[in-house]
């Protein structure tokens, strides 16, 4: 028995936010953001459209791609870092908007990793025979973390006024951030079947030492309260990143994955069809690439378009990659990805 990718689907806001949109928010240039990242443009949210609504658009997608209808679905799996509330998590969220029966929904924290680790639960669900179709969805809104409050709104046609320069100088000191994100979900049916395909092995790892490099300090539990309106003045309701380190850790850390993986299964990585990355930043995708030894088309990348939707990259990706043909009946793939905790691991598997 083995866990087998059945359907796939994507929910992906309607608003694009071109860099040079963004460069009248904040002193910026579609030049400096494309030298840094490759991002050209992203997708945000409606106000009020939250990381489980497109969970359930790209959710329901994936459904009827796999010829199933929701009664078919017995556990969901739902990874994201933006959820629409504190509690309860997106699972219940998810299940009401699809119309899900009474099943189990788990929600997950592990960030960019998130579709990853979601991945290895369904596998262990499936393996167990606790459950035969797992419904595994990543779905990210960070457009909340940005300062919308600073003319933001305008990015989306909510406001037309002008942005002052006191604005301006305030947003410029996150760009290395909100430039990055984008907003969107990607969705996979994981189903038990005999034969080949299916995922082969997997390996997750988590180092809790770098917790530090990529987190956010505000709104926590350690806190008394947990949020005060200082943390929310002081930018610690932001996400926080060392990106030196972060670079480092993902072009070392992804790689050493993708061997592992490679190597437990007995192939060479030069045998690989496609590896699937997490879409954080070109740079980093393409010195995973480097790092591998493979050639530029063995690993796509579509974060030029979307930005990092954190636990949505790899759905999306695969999605695409499936829609366009990429993808074909025999071929090895590996997924890898690294995120905040830090958490990251590699996935073989055979289509």
Same mark, same amino acid.
Not at 198 to 221: E, K, P, Y
Not at 271 to 281: C, F
């Given at each position: 028995?083995?866990?087998?990718?059945?359907?796939?689907?994507?929910?992906?806001?309607?608003?694009?936010?071109?860099?040079?949109?963004l460069s009248q928010l904040m002193d910026t240039s579609d030049e400096w953001i494309r030298v840094r990242s490759g991002i050209r443009e992203r997708r945000y949210a409606d106000p009020g459209?939250?990381?489980?609504?497109?969970?359930?658009?790209?959710?329901?997608?994936?459904?009827?791609?796999?010829?199933?209808?929701?009664?078919?679905?017995? +556990?969901?799996?739902?990874?994201?870092?933006?959820?629409?509330?504190?509690?309860?998590?997106?699972?219940?969220?998810?299940?009401? $908007?699809?119309?899900?029966?009474?099943?189990?929904?788990?929600?997950?924290? *592990?960030?960019?990793?998130?579709?990853?680790?979601?991945?290895?639960?369904?596998?262990?669900?499936? *393996?167990? #025979?606790?459950?035969?179709?797992?419904?595994?969805?990543? +779905?990210?809104?960070?457009?909340?973390?940005?300062?919308?409050?600073?003319?933001?709104?305008?990015?989306? #046609?909510?406001? =037309?006024?002008?942005?002052?320069?006191?604005?301006?100088?305030?947003?410029?000191?996150?760009?290395?951030?909100?430039?990055?994100?984008?907003? $969107?979900? #990607?969705? +996979?049916?994981?189903?038990?079947?005999?034969?080949?395909? $299916?995922?082969?092995?997997?390996?997750?790892?988590?180092?809790?030492?770098?917790?530090?490099?990529?987190?956010?300090? $505000?709104?926590?539990?350690?806190?008394?309260?947990?949020? =005060?309106? *200082?943390?929310?003045?002081?930018?610690?309701?932001?996400?926080?990143?060392?990106?030196?380190?972060?670079? %480092?850790?993902?072009?070392?850390?992804?790689?050493?994955?993708? %061997?592992?993986?490679?190597?437990?299964?007995?192939?060479?990585?030069?045998?690989?069809?496609?590896?699937?990355?997490?879409?954080?930043?070109?740079?980093?995708?393409? #010195?995973?690439?480097?790092?591998?030894?493979?050639?530029?088309?063995?690993?796509?990348?579509?974060?030029? %378009?979307?930005?990092?939707?954190?636990?949505?990259?790899?759905?999306?990706?695969?999605?695409?990659?499936?829609?366009?043909?990429?993808? %074909?009946?025999?071929?090895?793939?590996?997924?890898?990805?690294?995120?905040?905790?830090?958490?990251?691991?590699?996935?073989?598997?055979?289509?």
């Amino acid at each position: 028995m083995r866990s087998v990718i059945i359907g796939t689907g994507i929910g992906v806001p309607a608003n694009i936010v071109t860099n040079e949109a963004l460069s009248q928010l904040m002193d910026t240039s579609d030049e400096w953001i494309r030298v840094r990242s490759g991002i050209r443009e992203r997708r945000y949210a409606d106000p009020g459209q939250s990381s489980s609504d497109l969970g359930v658009i790209a959710a329901a997608q994936a459904i009827a791609q796999a010829g199933l209808t929701p009664a078919d679905i017995d +556990a969901v799996i739902f990874a994201t870092m933006t959820p629409d509330r504190l509690l309860p998590g997106n699972g219940p969220l998810l299940q009401k $908007g699809l119309g899900l029966r009474d099943i189990p929904t788990f929600d997950i924290r *592990q960030q960019c990793s998130g579709f990853l680790y979601g991945l290895e639960l369904a596998d262990l669900f499936i *393996q167990s #025979g606790r459950y035969r179709r797992v419904l595994l969805v990543g +779905a990210e809104v960070h457009t909340p973390f940005m300062p919308w409050h600073l003319g933001w709104d305008t990015l989306i #046609g909510q406001s =037309t006024r002008e942005i002052t320069e006191a604005e301006r100088a305030e947003n410029t000191l996150t760009r290395d951030r909100t430039v990055l994100f984008g907003d $969107g979900a #990607g969705a +996979a049916v994981i189903e038990g079947r005999e034969g080949e395909e $299916g995922l082969r092995l997997i390996r997750l790892h988590t180092d809790g030492s770098g917790a530090d490099v990529l987190t956010m300090h $505000g709104a926590g539990f350690k806190r008394r309260p947990f949020v =005060t309106h *200082q943390q929310i003045d002081d930018g610690e309701t932001l996400p926080f990143m060392a990106g030196k380190e972060v670079f %480092r850790s993902a072009v070392t850390l992804m790689p050493q994955a993708v %061997r592992e993986v490679c190597e437990a299964s007995g192939i060479t990585v030069d045998s690989l069809d496609l590896v699937l990355v997490h879409q954080a930043n070109l740079r980093i995708i393409e #010195g995973v690439q480097k790092a591998l030894g493979l050639p530029p088309e063995k690993v796509p990348h579509n974060v030029e %378009r979307f930005g990092n939707t954190t636990a949505a990259t790899l759905p999306i990706l695969l999605h695409e990659c499936l829609t366009d043909g990429l993808i %074909r009946p025999g071929m090895n793939l590996v997924f890898t990805a690294l995120g905040s905790g830090l958490h990251w691991g590699a996935a073989l598997y055979r289509t």
